[in-house]
């Protein structure tokens, strides 16, 4: 699992990125990593600071208020702490050959989706046919199975007890700056930069 499920702490922090802020340009350009990354989720870690204080909330780890808390501003802040950390931390700017898994996510890929190819385009499609604000993820059921689900807004699939692989905000946020209003395209020029090392090191084995 991701360290930061792992992670005891009272404050929630902003996740080191693994690369560079230029790095992953022309993809996500260095401006787009600075309002996104540095502005957009640091307002996220900043609101679920002040909101935990003093609430039965204060002290559980991030997965732990996202699972629990009901509905609502610490909810939504520490659903989209969790969510972008997710996010920033499966980028890499040096990919692997062919920007593809291997090992045990490839296998599951194969297995429930039938191709890589074929997950791709169900996450691409899930992506467009998002209305609004929310997050698309890859993600893991209790019985090992892999399926593609959409959240709106802050939610995380942790609510619903599956475990996400692999996230894509498509909130305008993520994306404008970039590519305007082609979220088709942004989510497509992901494929090139994703960690599949990262990805898979989420999985439930
Ligand atoms: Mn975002």
């Known amino acids: 699992m991701s360290t930061i499920f792992k992670s005891k702490t009272t404050g929630y922090h902003m996740p080191i990125l693994p690369y560079p802020n230029s790095a992953l340009s022309p993809v996500l350009s260095q401006a787009t990593i600075e309002y996104h990354y540095g502005k957009h989720l640091q307002t996220y870690v900043d609101n679920l600071n002040n909101l935990v204080g003093d609430t039965e909330y204060e002290g559980m780890t991030l997965r732990e208020i996202v699972i629990a ?17 997710l996010y920033f931390e499966q980028f890499t700017a040096t990919p692997l050959p062919k920007n593809q898994p291997s090992g045990a996510l490839m296998s599951a890929i194969r297995f429930d989706f039938g191709s890589f190819d074929t997950m791709k385009k169900k996450i691409e499609d899930a992506s467009a046919a998002l209305f609004g604000s929310g997050w698309v ?14 959240c709106p807004n802050g939610d995380n699939p942790i609510r619903q007890g599956l475990t996400p692989l692999y996230g894509i905000d498509v909130w305008e946020h993520a994306y404008y700056l970039d590519y305007q209003n082609r979220r088709a395209e942004y989510v497509k020029r992901l494929w090139d930069i994703v960690d599949w090392e990262m990805v898979e090191s989420r999985m439930n084995i």
Do not use: C, E, M, R
């Open 69 to 85: 808390a009901p509905k609502g501003p610490l909810f939504n802040n520490a659903g989209q702490v969790l969510n972008h950390t």
């Open 137 to 150: 993820w890859l993600v893991q059921d209790d019985s090992d199975k892999l399926s593609i689900v959409s």
